[in-house]
């Protein structure tokens, strides 16, 4: 039974990495590399529609994701 259970986590666990993975990709598109460096913040706007909700969203997997490590290592 506790088999089953942590093969059920494990795979809630590579689900929940590749969504994370696919926000996170899908807001940094269109951003340079120069702006990793501080390069291209002259300007300032807030986050609106979609792209709030790719970060918003991005913050609640990373959170589960952590939470559903953490719960993996207590179940081994």
């Not at 666990?13 to 913040?41: D, E, M, N, P, Y």
């Amino acid at each position: 039974m506790a088999n089953g259970i942590k093969d059920l986590i494990v795979l809630f666990q590579i689900i929940l990495g590749l969504a994370l993975t696919v926000t996170i990709l899908i807001q940094a598109k269109g951003t340079g590399l120069g702006s990793a460096w501080g390069g291209g913040g002259e300007t300032y706007h807030s986050k609106r529609g979609v792209e709030k909700l790719l970060f918003s969203s991005s913050i609640v997997l990373a959170f589960l994701f952590i939470l559903i490590s953490v719960i993996n290592v207590l179940v081994a």
